[in-house]
């Protein structure tokens, strides 16, 4: 509580945390005492009040302890070291090993520790720990990875163990959407902000919540799976055993066949062998006079069809091919419908899109969030919900896999401060 009005201010006193936080003065000076002894805080100066003596300003030492963030994709691995102030100082990718068997992909991950830390130039002795951003579910519990999708080995792993008996750091495991949610807290568009819904989108969709500050993480430490909530009552079949979720109408996948589907030009094809989010864009781009043959993912198409894949679908849209856009539009609209139920539920501030799945087209699925959060929540004539993409981009996982460590290392209880 202390430290995160530190953290969050650009300089701030005793006296001010006091106001904020509603503790006494003598507990904030105590626990300030505390923070300075243990060099995470230091006094910055003085600046005048108004009316009143000069007050000592105190900022946190963002060099004072480095934290290291892995984000495990069935894809893509990453790992960042960053400073106290969430700052990414040294950014590593690398794909995801095949087989993406437990112990060879707890191996590579050691082995990317080990190399963002020499290309940072930082001691093992200097990281507070590790955290590493997951796909869900996640038993916080006991340390395990619960089977999650695309990941057919992965049930009940003990990844918090082998990580840590494989690189000698204390381990914070968490889902990476969570995860992220928390390095927005942290480093990026929620700092600072009280109420906000994270919505990941990269190899699946998920997402994270921030509500009175504090992330809120439900009964299984598993809350905020926005990816699976039902937008299409005759979409797939989900693996969670759902149907129409929001992650089978806009992840990749998805997005690709869809684009696939428009270019075939296949109007004999039976409605029920068409993808859910084949028809909405098709329908979409019927309403714009869109011709397939037109577009510049057509030519592509004809040569090679493996070439037209998300990226390339991405990078199309972006340029303003109507084929493309029609398709993330379509993606895009399914997205904001599940954004206005989470909007009406839980009455965030701010909603903030983030994840690789969206790269080139954050603009896009903005606006379209934007448009829905203008016209169909129910509290929208008393204000508007902001939304932001992520600052922190594709790294926002893996940034907040460090933010983890940050946030449960500096963020206890004033009671566990007050007694050690």
């Keep these: 509580m202390v430290l995160d009005q530190i953290q969050l201010a650009d300089g701030v006193s005793r006296v001010e945390i006091a106001e904020h936080t509603g503790l006494t003065p003598q507990t904030v000076s105590g626990i300030v005492r505390r923070l300075i002894d243990e060099g995470i805080v230091h006094e910055d100066g003085a600046r005048t009040s108004n009316g009143g003596k000069p007050r000592t300003v105190l900022r946190i030492n963002a060099d004072a302890g480095r934290a290291v963030g892995l984000h495990f994709d069935p894809v893509e691995l990453a790992a960042v070291v960053v400073d106290l ?34 290309e940072a130039g930082v001691q093992r002795d200097r990281v507070l720990g590790l955290g590493l951003a997951a796909p869900g579910p996640i038993d916080q519990h006991v340390g395990m990875v619960i089977s999650p999708p695309q990941l057919a080995d992965w049930s009940r792993v003990p990844i918090k163990e082998m990580l840590a008996t494989a690189t000698g750091l204390e381990v914070t495991l968490d889902n990476d959407a969570t995860a992220a949610a928390v390095g927005e807290r942290w480093a990026g568009a929620g700092r600072g902000v009280a109420n906000f819904a994270y919505f990941h ?3 699946g969709v998920g997402g994270g919540l921030v509500l009175g500050h504090q992330v809120h993480r439900g009964g299984s430490m ?23 979720c929001l992650e089978s109408l806009v992840n990749p996948p998805a997005i690709v066949a869809a684009a696939h589907h428009l270019l075939a030009d296949a109007p004999t094809t039976p409605a029920s062998a068409v993808p859910a989010l084949a028809r909405s864009a098709s329908a979409m781009a019927a309403q ?6 037109a577009s510049s993912l057509a030519a592509l198409h004809r040569i090679d ?14 340029a303003g091919d109507p084929l493309a856009t029609a398709v993330i539009d379509a993606a895009a609209e399914h997205l904001a419908t599940v954004v206005v139920n989470v909007v009406n539920i839980v009455d965030v501030d701010l909603v903030i899109l983030g994840g690789h799945g969206i790269s080139h087209v954050e603009g896009r699925f903005r606006q379209a969030v934007v448009r829905a959060l203008a016209t169909r929540p129910l509290a929208r004539k008393i204000r508007v919900v902001d939304v932001a993409v992520s600052p922190l981009g594709v790294d926002s996982a893996v940034i907040g896999g460090a933010a983890l460590v940050l946030h449960a290392t500096y963020s206890p209880q004033v009671s566990s401060l007050l007694s050690a």
């Design 288 to 293: 714009t006079g869109v011709d397939p043959a």
């Design 305 to 318: 069809p493996a070439a037209v894949d998300h990226q390339a679908v991405c990078l199309a849209a972006a």
């Design 85 to 118: 102030l969430g700052r990414p100082l040294v950014t590593v990718r690398r794909p995801t090993p095949r087989p993406v068997d437990p112990a060879i992909v707890t191996a590579a991950m050691a082995e990317l520790v080990d190399e963002v830390l020499r």
């Design 201 to 203: 989108l990269g190899t």
């Design 222 to 244: 598993n809350a905020a799976e926005f990816g699976h909530t039902s937008v299409a009552a005759d979409g797939p079949d989900c693996y969670c055993g759902n149907r129409g």
